[in-house]
Each structure stands twice: as C-alpha cells, then as structure tokens.
C-alpha cells in the first residue's frame, strides 16, 4: 500500500502504536487470566477484580487492534462477489469507500455518547468502576481510525496479481 505522503506516515504510526496498546493489553490479560486461575483452584481464594479487567482489557484488543486489521486488509470475508467483480480493484474501491462511510457513522454516534458520558461522570458497572468515557472514547478513536484507514485504502491503486 502507497504512502500516502506525511499524512498517511502519520496515520500509519498512529495504527502501529495502537497495535502496541492491543498487544500490550492482550498480554496483561492473560496475565491476569492466569492469575486468577491459580488463585481460585490452587490457593481457593478468587480475585474480586479479574472478571472486570479481563472485560476491560478484552476491550482494548479489539478496539485498539481494529485499525491495523484494517489497514493490513485482514478481515474476515466472504469473497464469493470479489472473486466475480474485482476488475480493476473498483469492487474494493468501492467496498473501502462504504466502510469507510459506515465507520465514520459510527465515529459520529460514539463521539456524541462519548460527549455525554463526559458530561454525566457515569461509572460502569461491575465491582471495578472506572468512567464510561474512557470505553466510549476508545471506540471514537478506533472507528476513526479505521474510517482514515479505509479511506487510505480506497485511494491506493489497484493492486496487479
């Protein structure tokens, strides 16, 4: 995939560093899973705080991983229709262009639930309460992510072979 010039290096060390932040955050949950294991079958004393982090952290996978899924066009596809109708690249074209309005959607609705969670200092639930902002404004930066991504995508020339 092409540079894109300055903005697109920029965009791409945005998604390199998120991938980090997933893979950091996949680690610390198996390190926790682990924990919790040993804790409650060998020494029979349960942590009160796994089940959440392990939610938390799950979060952070797939949020902060979704744009390198995306930018390296490793999402899982029924390709029955490219196969048919990808001359030129214009099906993936065209498929990058509808994702990448979808997404923004998405980046919208979650913007404005981010803003009120900011607004109302809500608390999630569970017995490890942090800001729903945190949560929703992962999402806003994960389908923004992905909308540039998709747009970059959309942009390239088509690929030969």
């Not at 198996?30 to 294991?37: D, G, H, R, S, Y």
């Not at 796994?50 to 949020?63: E, F």
Request: some cysteine; glycine content about 8%; overall charge positive.
């Amino acid at each position: 995939m092409p540079r894109h010039g300055w903005f697109g290096g920029a965009i791409r060390a945005v998604i390199r560093a998120s991938f980090v932040l997933a893979q950091i955050s996949l680690a610390a949950l198996a390190a926790i899973t682990f924990i919790e294991v040993v804790s409650r079958y060998f020494f029979s004393s349960p942590t009160i705080w796994a089940s959440d982090a392990v939610r938390y952290l799950m979060a952070c996978v797939i949020i902060f991983g979704l744009p390198d899924v995306t930018l390296n066009q490793q999402h899982v596809a029924i390709d029955l229709f490219t196969r048919k109708f990808s001359a030129e690249g214009l099906y993936n074209r065209g498929l990058s262009v509808l994702c990448a309005i979808v997404s923004a959607i998405a980046s919208l609705i979650f913007l404005d639930v981010f803003i009120g969670h900011l607004n109302s200092g809500a608390l999630t639930q569970g017995l490890w309460k942090i800001h729903r902002y945190w949560l929703s404004g992962a999402l806003v930066f994960g389908f923004a992510m992905s909308t540039l991504t998709f747009v970059m995508v959309a942009l390239s020339p088509a690929r030969k072979g």
